[in-house]
């Protein structure tokens, strides 16, 4: 069913990789710092913030703070400026455990609202848009749950795509948090990109709605998450595989044939 996608995926993947990115120290910084910008400041928006991608980068790489931005809107972005940091600690692993989960959502202190605590499963019952999530106490032994069947899927070599995109379905299905589902969700499932070798998964502005929509079709239609979420990996790489062209031209060519 999601043959072609992650074909047309992986092909990507093999392009970019005749590039040796990952082997040159300049260009390694080059995917890290536009990243570290993008997926902050995409992620906050899908939540509703309002720091502008040049904003954001002046917060993470000058400490300048926006005009007229609440202080909540601004501890959004050094917290998730925080948890791309860790992601990046990540990368390098075999998987991702439960507490790193936590602890993702831990450096999202200062950004949370609706009484979170960071760092600790909610307490408290959920409802979004007439959707109620599992009860409190049935939390902690649903995370465990979800831990232990992708770890067992990862060891039957399960496409690894899929594998991350269904860390993110599980944790927004299990909604373990009383805010942060979704950021975490989207680290969790960039982390397990990046440590098989494919690039994180950004989600534009443009697509917000569509991204909350293809999440509430799921509940009828399992396959809808999957979908639109493979299209979005692939036009990540695909923007990719252009901005470095742009950005660097010959001598990326240069570096292919080396």
Known sequence: MFIDKLKKIHELKLKLSKYKLFLNDELIKYLENYYHVRLTYSSNYIEGFTYTEEETFNLIFNNQTADF???????????????????????????????????????????????????RYRTGRVQIAGKEFISPDRVPGAMKMMFRNLEEAREKEYNPILLALRYHKDIVFIHPFMDGN????????????????????????EKRSAYH???????????????????????????????????????????RND
Do not use: W
């Open 69 to 119: 931005k609440s202080a909540l809107e601004t501890g959004a972005v050094r917290a998730h400026d925080q948890c791309f940091r860790y992601m990046m600690e990540l990368q390098t692993g075999l998987y991702l455990e439960e507490r790193d989960v936590l602890k993702f959502h831990e450096l999202l202190a200062g950004g949370l609202e609706n009484d979170a605590i960071p760092g």
């Open 182 to 205: 979704g950021r975490v969700a989207r680290l969790a499932m960039n982390t397990i990109m990046l440590q098989n070798n494919y690039l994180p998964i950004d989600i534009p502005p």
């Open 213 to 255: 929509q293809s999440i509430k079709n799921t509940y009828t239609n399992p396959n809808s998450f999957f979908q639109f979420m493979l299209d979005q990996a692939i036009d990540s790489h695909q923007f990719m595989l252009v901005k470095l062209t742009n950005d660097y031209g010959e001598s990326l060519n240069n570096r």
